[in-house]
């Protein structure tokens, strides 16, 4: 079956960084896009970043611009998040999810998701 697992969240001190991993199973890879998205306490799911099958990056929030990377490996099955000059409100849960080949805006569109990783940006 289709899996997708987060890892790599942790409590880090603003300014700090962290890197993301998403690991999948049950699907043929290199032809999805996969999205990370986050989601904060009483607030909306917000979209941070995608890539597409063919490795093109798409980022949907300007406030991760210049601090998050976003980048896959085919060969592992795994889409990272670098992020970095980590602020206090970059915390949230950081899920991520796959759809066929190209990124959307839209969590919506998107067919399978992770359970999701811890990210605390705290002093």
């Known amino acids: 079956q289709v899996q997708l697992v987060e890892s790599g969240g942790d409590l880090v001190q603003p300014g700090g960084s962290l890197r993301l991993s998403c690991v999948a199973s049950g699907f043929t890879f290199r032809v999805h896009a996969i999205g990370w998205f986050r989601q904060a306490p009483g607030k909306e799911r917000e979209g941070v970043s995608c890539?597409?099958?063919?490795?093109?990056?798409?980022d949907y929030a300007d406030s991760v611009k210049g601090r998050f990377t976003i980048s896959r490996d085919n060969r592992k099955n795994t889409v990272y998040l670098e992020m970095n000059s980590l602020k206090p409100e970059d915390t949230a849960t950081y899920y991520c999810a796959t759809r066929p080949n190209y990124c959307s805006g839209s969590g919506n569109q998107y067919n399978y998701w992770g359970q999701g990783t811890q990210v605390t940006v705290s002093s």
């Open positions: 890539i597409n099958s063919s490795g093109g990056t798409i």
